[in-house]
T-cell receptor
Framework: DTEVTQTPKHLVMGMTNKKSLKCEQH?????MYWYKQKAKKPPELMFV???????INESVPSRFSPECPNSSLLNLHLHALQPEDSALYLC????????????????FGPGTRLTVL | AQSVTQPDIHITVSEGASLELRCNYS??????LFWYVQSPGQGLQLLLK??????LVQGIKGFEAEFKRSQSSFNLRKPSVHWSDAAEYFC????????????FGRGTSLIVHP
């Protein structure tokens, strides 16, 4: 099973709301990623977790707060977002190559389409 | 900077015609290279990958790609395109010995005419 699931599929929130995005995989992968993708653009890396520890934060604003409660689950907590944060948020996972770095092959979820009003 | 480049923003082909999408890389060592496809509003699906070995890589959905070190290229090909192939295609790569987190090209939008 090479599936990464993401919920919800769509999310509309106001700038004062607090919401969370959820990502789950059961492939035994120990590296998990959050990406942000604007229309007609490639995905931009936001965060990387390796063995449930945050290992990369690509200078993402603090209104985005990631969490990795266990090896199968990755959350992205959202608070006080701006309209420019509207985008497709993609989760991915991979087997980390502990001897040489992170990725073997990344498997992506379908994404959450976020609209901030 | 180490990266991949997709020179074509859009490619238009007729259904049944052959397809080649270009990807060039700039990594010092042998890179790890990937092709992903993304349908509108969907996530990215891996088509194929190259890590080492045979330079002609077969993927899913009838796609293949050829790693050419002399040309720093990893072009994606398909002999006969179907209307359902219309999508955004991303080439991605990372350098062996680095962080192994791929960077993505800007994408090529494939339009298929009936």
């Amino acid at each position: 099973d090479t599936e990464v699931t993401q919920t919800p599929k769509h999310l509309v929130m106001g700038m004062t709301n607090k919401k969370s995005l959820k990502c789950e995989q059961h492939m035994g992968h120990r590296a998990m990623y959050w990406y942000k993708q604007k229309a007609k653009k490639p995905p931009e890396l936001m965060f990387v977790y390796s063995y449930e520890k945050l290992s990369i934060n690509e200078s993402v604003p603090s209104r985005f707060s990631p969490e990795c409660p266990n090896s199968s689950l990755l959350n992205l907590h959202l608070h006080a977002l701006q309209p420019e944060d509207s985008a497709l948020y993609l989760c991915a996972s991979s087997l980390p190559r502990t001897d040489r770095g992170y990725t073997d092959t990344q498997y992506f979820g379908p994404g959450t389409r976020l609209t901030v009003l | 900077a180490q990266s991949v480049t997709q020179p074509d923003i859009h490619i238009t082909v007729s259904e049944g015609a052959s397809l080649e999408l270009r990807c060039n890389y700039s990594y010092g060592a042998t890179p790890y290279l990937f092709w992903y496809v993304q349908s509108p509003g969907q996530g990215l699906q891996l088509l194929l990958k190259y890590f080492s070995g045979d330079t002609l890589v077969q993927g899913i959905k009838g796609f293949e790609a050829e790693f050419k070190r002399s040309q720093s290229s990893f072009n994606l090909r398909k002999p006969s395109v179907h209307w359902s192939d219309a999508a955004e295609y991303f080439c991605a790569g990372c350098a062996s010995g680095g962080s192994y987190i791929p960077t993505f090209g800007r994408g090529t939008s494939l339009i298929v005419h009936p």
